[in-house]
């Protein structure tokens, strides 16, 4: 399950598109494109707090062997689009 908490404070909303960002919200789209370019922690990694908090930074992959940053491709998604 991703962590809903780590949408909240990672994806970025520069153009305030559905909100300002973090609480004050974004688009489901934003949140897709950050999911496929950065991957996402889980629930249990970063629980959800219900208010604005600080990005925890990069996901390194979980993986000792594959030094790569994690991606969408972890959670098997391969892209995304709008019905």
Do not use: I
């Not at 991703?2 to 559905?18: I, K």
């Not at 950050?34 to 991957?39: F, M, W």
């Amino acid at each position: 399950k991703f962590s809903l908490q780590e949408l909240v404070a990672c994806v970025p909303n520069p153009r305030d598109c559905g909100g300002t960002g973090g609480c004050e919200g974004a688009t489901g789209e934003l949140a897709m494109e950050y999911v496929l370019k950065h991957g996402c922690r889980t629930e249990s990694e970063f629980p959800y707090k219900g208010t604005d908090t600080s990005c925890p930074g990069e996901l390194e992959s979980v993986d000792e062997q594959q030094t790569s940053k994690r991606s969408g491709l972890d959670v098997g998604m391969t892209g995304w689009f709008t019905l």
